[in-house]
């Protein structure tokens, strides 16, 4: 398959030597990238956050993009999982629709009472110029709650940006609660979102080792322990594609450092969690002792589960396009636990900085690509003759479409796949996937066959 011209650069065949890859530009015309909007970007981020209320400024299509695709659970308050929309017809194209916005937030925050609003400005809002912040001001001051512009017009960047301007949103929150009486072992959970539960797994490991957790961007979130963020130790980001720019502002502002992890795969997992009681060692002299004492349960539990689906799985080869390449690292060492080996990595929203490692970590010939689109995954997965593709709900069809299994490991997933009980279940999932024998009955394996 021909790659068009100016995306050439955006993919590598790993020869073991770090070859250079372009990364971080904007999708090039016609190439129809798996990557979302700037207002799908900032989405993902800001509605975890449960007790606040989500209006979609714009025509009712951006408001399609909802709870349901995604799946966030929480522990309390659900008025997150409610879609509210502007609904901009032509009259408010042409008229503005900040009368408009403005109706809709005076009706709806004395209908659900929430501890925060936020704002989402879609692509055509930003056309016509709306002057979504000031709408907001004025509400805040009305209502006597933080009504929160989201600068999220689709065109204007990439996902990323969406990333940004979600960051900016918690910004305005952070900092204006008190930190009174939290602990000097305590950090900020960042870039985890509670799918199916997960963010309750990982709280779980903090608990064990004496860690006071303040607030969790965004998974389970809650308006008002996001306005104590900054009385939190340290800083834990996950996915720092959508957080790393939060986790910088509240260094600069605050002096809280960070430190990057992942909470997928056993080695990931581990580390994640000695990494932050190595930072707290001074502080709790037993951190360390407690932490160890869990990772070694943990995975003794876990290595017995594994040893069925290994036997099964050794040799079969993958295919992961996640959003995030730090993700990514943690599938390709996850995958070898369970004797799997990677053909093809990529990501929406890797930097520089992540395609290093992923080219250090895959094996030579692993095709490497950056912000790719339907037409080259195919064209990969085939040449590669993959048994299972990972990614999300984009890239199910792909795989579904040329007979290949398929496992869920984005904003959809229904079973948790963080933690150690995670690698569980992402085992099962893959072995159910990949030895199903439907595959032998595919196209695919016939054309192979002849
Ligand atoms: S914000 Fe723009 S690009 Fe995003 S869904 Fe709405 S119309 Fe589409």
Same mark, same amino acid.
């Given at each position: 398959m021909d790659i068009l011209q100016s995306r050439k650069k955006q993919v590598v065949r790993s020869n073991g030597q770090g070859m250079s890859i372009v990364c971080e530009k904007r999708s090039a015309s016609g190439s129809v990238s798996q990557r979302a909007c700037v207002f799908c970007g900032s989405r993902v981020v800001l509605y &975890? *956050?449960?007790d606040a209320l989500h209006i979609v400024?714009? &025509? *009712?299509?951006?408001?399609?993009?909802?709870w349901d695709i995604r799946g966030s659970v929480s522990s309390g308050p659900e008025l997150h999982r409610l879609s509210f929309s502007t609904d901009l017809r032509e009259t408010d194209i042409i008229f503005g629709g900040e009368k408009k916005l403005e109706a809709m937030l005076d009706e709806l925050i004395d209908q659900y009472s929430p501890k925060a609003a936020f704002v989402y400005a879609t692509c055509v809002v930003g056309v016509i110029g709306d002057d979504v912040a000031a709408i907001c001001k004025k509400m805040t001051n009305k209502k006597k709650i933080p009504v929160i512009p989201v600068?999220?017009?689709?065109?204007?960047?990439t996902k990323k940006d969406g990333y940004q301007a979600a960051c900016d949103a918690i910004a305005c929150l952070v900092g204006t609660g008190s930190i009174s009486g939290i602990s000097p072992v305590s950090i900020n959970i960042m870039?985890?979102?509670?799918?199916?539960?997960e963010t309750w797994i990982i709280k779980e490991y903090f608990k064990k080792m004496g860690i006071e957790v303040i607030t969790t961007m965004t998974g389970d979130g809650r308006v008002e322990e996001l306005k104590r963020a900054?009385?939190?130790k340290l800083n834990v980001v996950q996915c720092s594609g959508s957080m790393m720019a939060i986790a910088k502002t509240m260094k600069e502002k605050y002096g809280i450092p960070f430190i990057r992890v992942s909470y997928f795969g056993i080695e990931d997992m581990a580390d994640a969690l000695y990494q932050i009681a190595d930072y707290f060692k001074e502080q709790d002299r037993g951190i360390i002792e407690r932490t160890e004492k869990l990772v070694r349960k943990e995975i003794l539990d876990l290595n017995d589960q594994l040893e069925g689906y290994r036997q099964d799985l050794a040799g079969k080869k993958a295919a992961i396009y996640v959003g995030g390449a730090f993700k990514a690292l943690s599938l390709i060492k996850a995958l070898r636990h369970l004797g799997m080996k990677t053909v093809v990595v990529g990501s929406q929203t890797g930097n520089a900085d992540d395609y290093k490692r992923l080219q250090a970590l895959a094996e030579p010939g692993t095709i490497i690509v950056d912000d790719s689109n339907p037409v080259e995954l195919a064209s990969f997965v085939l040449e590669k003759d993959v048994d299972l593709f990972i990614g999300g709900v984009k890239e199910r069809p792909i795989a579904y479409k040329l007979g290949i299994g398929f496992c869920d490991h984005n904003h959809e997933r229904k079973i948790p796949l963080a933690g150690f009980a995670g690698m569980i279940n992402f085992a099962k999932e893959v072995h159910k996937s990949v030895i199903s024998p439907v595959w032998n009955l595919v196209p695919r394996r016939y054309h192979r066959a002849d």
């Amino acid at each position: 398959m021909d790659i068009l011209q100016s995306r050439k650069k955006q993919v590598v065949r790993s020869n073991g030597q770090g070859m250079s890859i372009v990364c971080e530009k904007r999708s090039a015309s016609g190439s129809v990238s798996q990557r979302a909007c700037v207002f799908c970007g900032s989405r993902v981020v800001l509605y &975890p *956050i449960a007790d606040a209320l989500h209006i979609v400024h714009g &025509p *009712i299509g951006c408001a399609a993009y909802t709870w349901d695709i995604r799946g966030s659970v929480s522990s309390g308050p659900e008025l997150h999982r409610l879609s509210f929309s502007t609904d901009l017809r032509e009259t408010d194209i042409i008229f503005g629709g900040e009368k408009k916005l403005e109706a809709m937030l005076d009706e709806l925050i004395d209908q659900y009472s929430p501890k925060a609003a936020f704002v989402y400005a879609t692509c055509v809002v930003g056309v016509i110029g709306d002057d979504v912040a000031a709408i907001c001001k004025k509400m805040t001051n009305k209502k006597k709650i933080p009504v929160i512009p989201v600068h999220s017009e689709g065109f204007k960047g990439t996902k990323k940006d969406g990333y940004q301007a979600a960051c900016d949103a918690i910004a305005c929150l952070v900092g204006t609660g008190s930190i009174s009486g939290i602990s000097p072992v305590s950090i900020n959970i960042m870039g985890e979102f509670n799918l199916a539960g997960e963010t309750w797994i990982i709280k779980e490991y903090f608990k064990k080792m004496g860690i006071e957790v303040i607030t969790t961007m965004t998974g389970d979130g809650r308006v008002e322990e996001l306005k104590r963020a900054h009385g939190a130790k340290l800083n834990v980001v996950q996915c720092s594609g959508s957080m790393m720019a939060i986790a910088k502002t509240m260094k600069e502002k605050y002096g809280i450092p960070f430190i990057r992890v992942s909470y997928f795969g056993i080695e990931d997992m581990a580390d994640a969690l000695y990494q932050i009681a190595d930072y707290f060692k001074e502080q709790d002299r037993g951190i360390i002792e407690r932490t160890e004492k869990l990772v070694r349960k943990e995975i003794l539990d876990l290595n017995d589960q594994l040893e069925g689906y290994r036997q099964d799985l050794a040799g079969k080869k993958a295919a992961i396009y996640v959003g995030g390449a730090f993700k990514a690292l943690s599938l390709i060492k996850a995958l070898r636990h369970l004797g799997m080996k990677t053909v093809v990595v990529g990501s929406q929203t890797g930097n520089a900085d992540d395609y290093k490692r992923l080219q250090a970590l895959a094996e030579p010939g692993t095709i490497i690509v950056d912000d790719s689109n339907p037409v080259e995954l195919a064209s990969f997965v085939l040449e590669k003759d993959v048994d299972l593709f990972i990614g999300g709900v984009k890239e199910r069809p792909i795989a579904y479409k040329l007979g290949i299994g398929f496992c869920d490991h984005n904003h959809e997933r229904k079973i948790p796949l963080a933690g150690f009980a995670g690698m569980i279940n992402f085992a099962k999932e893959v072995h159910k996937s990949v030895i199903s024998p439907v595959w032998n009955l595919v196209p695919r394996r016939y054309h192979r066959a002849d």
